[in-house]
């Protein structure tokens, strides 16, 4: 039998799940997308570089949300910083939607027959993402565990946040 366990941490909108871009919630709208995007693949093959959406900033103000302040202090400091971290760098390419247009990561959702779980934090901005997954999974071998407290990226690599109990036991469940 296979399992899958994910931890819902990436900031891909619930949109961008379902083969929608933002407020591209229609085919006209996603084709305006599609051209821009193609427009800019055509501009960064003739500069030989991507361009990109600029990342998370180094400084943010007081009155930022706190998923904001999280990615910060995250991606800006040793412990979250890579050079090769597009978060603590540059951002994403600007033809980044269109992995998401083309390919909707939940579309099939009600079809998986493998054993998942889902892990998210209880105070996580994007908890939403994991709530609509697992309602639209089918079957009996799908486990949603809420940690309390825990924002988006203390599931990063918090290890004294992370629910390793729970990850072990659906593991030992699923993959004797």
């Not at 079957?139 to 809420?146: A, I, L, M, S």
Request: include cysteine.
């Amino acid at each position: 039998m296979r399992a899958t366990v994910t931890s819902t941490m990436y900031d891909i909108s619930r949109m961008n799940a379902n083969g929608n871009v933002g407020e591209a919630d229609s085919k006209e709208a996603r084709d305006e997308i599609r051209a821009r995007c193609a427009a800019q693949r055509t501009a960064d093959a003739a500069s030989g570089e991507p361009a990109h959406d600029g990342g998370v900033p180094s400084e943010v103000p007081d009155s930022a949300p706190d998923m904001v302040k999280n990615a910060v202090r995250y991606y800006t400091t040793e412990r979250g910083y890579h050079e090769r971290s597009l978060n603590s760098n540059g951002g994403s390419t600007v033809t980044y939607p269109l992995s998401f247009i083309n390919a909707p990561i939940l579309h099939y959702l009600d079809e998986l027959d493998s054993a998942v779980l889902l892990v998210h934090g209880a105070d996580a901005h994007n908890k939403f993402y994991s709530d609509d997954a697992f309602a639209r999974m089918r079957g009996d071998n799908k486990e949603y565990h809420v940690v309390p407290g825990a924002v988006h990226i203390d599931l990063y690599d918090d290890v004294d946040v992370i629910p390793w109990d729970v990850i072990e036991e659906f593991l030992g469940r699923h993959l004797a």
